[in-house]
């Protein structure tokens, strides 16, 4: 059970790489949420609409793993 429950981890953390880097930049919307600008960092303004799935779909991939080691944490 363990050991399952440690590859389907390793594949998820993988594909949460892979979906990170898939994503476009926003070093821009970044600086500008520092310094003021118009653009929120966690929000969705000037994203298209294959980013904005890229985003949702890292987004629950991200909490799918995180749950995922809680469980493997409380079977060990």
Do not use: H, P, R
Request: cysteine-free; glycine content about 10%; hydrophobic content about 60%.
């Amino acid at each position: 059970m363990t050991i399952a429950l440690g590859i389907i981890i390793i594949l998820v953390a993988i594909a949460l790489t892979v979906l990170v880097l898939m994503q476009t930049g926003k070093g821009k919307e970044l600086s500008g949420a520092i310094a003021g600008g118009t653009n929120s960092y966690l929000g969705n303004s000037g994203m298209s609409d294959k980013d904005k799935l890229l985003f949702k779909v890292t987004a629950a991939l991200a909490i799918v793993l995180v749950v995922l080691v809680l469980v493997l944490y409380v079977i060990l």
